[in-house]
């Protein structure tokens, strides 16, 4: 209902017809929202990793509460929050063969359209090297997020991960 009904309703209240926009933009503000979610769970524990001696600190030192945030929050945050962050991004390559069914094509429904209009491919060929292409961008997001795990360890400071008392 909401899928056919939408475009009515917003024509109808709005003047603007949907249909005429791409369905790109509305993929894009779908996952935006959707892993908006998922990001705040995944930070919000990052944050509260941080001490409160560390803000007292800050604060003791003169910074205010943003350079508080950028110079000693957000490093040791990021250091805590950086392997969940890279499971998500990881997670929204997997999930994003999901969109084919609004009519965007990325990789799996180029490769379903490739097994669709040529019957001389295998479909069990195709379909692996989708798979096989996954694979290679879930590594290559696995190293960069390795190697930015490396660098920020150096910000790791004094959070709770190590079973400390808050």
């Known amino acids: 209902m909401v899928y056919y009904g939408l475009p009515v309703l917003v024509q109808q209240l709005f003047g603007l017809n949907i249909n005429d926009i791409n369905k790109m933009v509305f993929c894009v503000i779908t996952f935006s929202i959707y892993y908006g979610a998922y990001l705040s769970e995944v930070l919000r524990p990052a944050y509260l990793s941080v001490r409160k001696e560390q803000h007292d600190a800050a604060y003791g030192l003169g910074y205010t509460k943003l350079q508080t945030n950028i110079h000693v929050v957000i ?84 959070t709770l991960q190590d079973g400390g008392i808050s």
């Open 75 to 158: 490093p040791q945050m990021l250091s805590v929050a950086l392997p969940s962050l890279g499971n998500e991004v990881i997670n929204l390559v997997h999930q994003s063969s999901i969109l084919f069914v609004l009519g965007t094509v990325d990789l799996m429904g180029k490769a379903d359209m490739i097994v669709s209009t040529d019957f001389t491919s295998s479909p069990l060929l195709t379909y692996f090297c989708a798979g096989i292409i996954y694979w290679i961008f879930t590594i290559v997001i696995m190293i960069i997020v390795h190697q930015v795990e490396k660098r920020v360890d150096v910000y790791k400071g004094d």
